[in-house]
Antibody, heavy 117, light 107 residues
């Protein structure tokens, strides 16, 4: 069964860049789409964007100017970079397999990122 | 962007109750609608995809229906492990979006 594990700093300073990695284990990274989704404390889910294993991407228009998602198929890793962060970017960040692509069928456990001033 | 609106935002129910949650899209999404369950401190879990298809391993007491703009998630007999927050999500648009969530609490 495919497993996803997010990793990266839990604390990022305001105006700096948030960088996270999602490692895919026990399964293939190829032929799938991979999404990043976030959830501010006590709030709902927000889709950030996805990447296909070929490298094509699609981002949420609300974050497009600040987001980059990349993929390293040899390492089986998907990465997220979010620039110029503010307190509003404080959230649990999840990576998920976007099967179809029309549904998020496998999720990582999530990683909490706090933006400090 | 497609807006997803769930109702109610929260509900209280007892074990054994039949529970219905509604999700409305701001435009037709045909049947590109998924439902997720999230428990505190955990990642969401896919329950229903394509409006009415049960994800593998999900109990049959969960069911989904609807098409176009109006969708429903039904739990036929609420179990203790079903107390959680439920989210709908559309995949019609390449910009994915979620409903705001419905919290199911113990009465």
């Amino acid at each position: 069964q495919v497993q996803l594990q997010e990793s990266g700093p839990g604390l990022v300073k305001s105006s700096e860049t948030l960088s996270l990695t999602c490692t895919v284990s026990s399964g293939s990274i190829k032929s799938y789409y991979w999404s990043w989704i976030r959830q501010p404390p006590g709030k709902g889910l927000e889709w950030i964007g996805y990447i296909y294993y070929s490298g094509s991407t699609n981002y949420n228009p609300s974050l497009r100017s600040r987001v980059t998602i990349s993929i390293d198929t040899s390492k089986k890793q998907v990465s997220l970079k979010l620039t110029s962060v503010t307190a509003a970017d404080t959230a649990v960040y999840y990576c998920a397999r976007d099967y179809g692509p029309d549904r998020f069928d496998i999720w990582g456990q999530g990683t909490m990122v706090t933006v400090s001033s | 962007d497609i807006q997803m609106t769930q109702s109610p935002s929260s509900l209280s129910a007892s074990v054994g109750d039949r529970v219905t949650i509604t999700c409305r899209a701001s435009q037709s999404i045909i049947s590109y609608l998924n439902w997720y369950q999230q428990k505190p401190g955990k990642a969401p879990k896919l329950l229903i995809y394509a409006a009415s298809s049960l994800q593998s391993g999900v109990p049959a007491r969960f069911s989904g229906s609807g098409s176009g703009t109006d969708f429903t998630l039904t739990i036929s007999s609420l179990q203790p492990e079903d107390f959680a927050t439920y989210y709908c999500q559309q995949s019609y648009s390449t910009t994915r979006s979620f409903g705001q969530g419905t919290k199911v609490e113990i009465k």
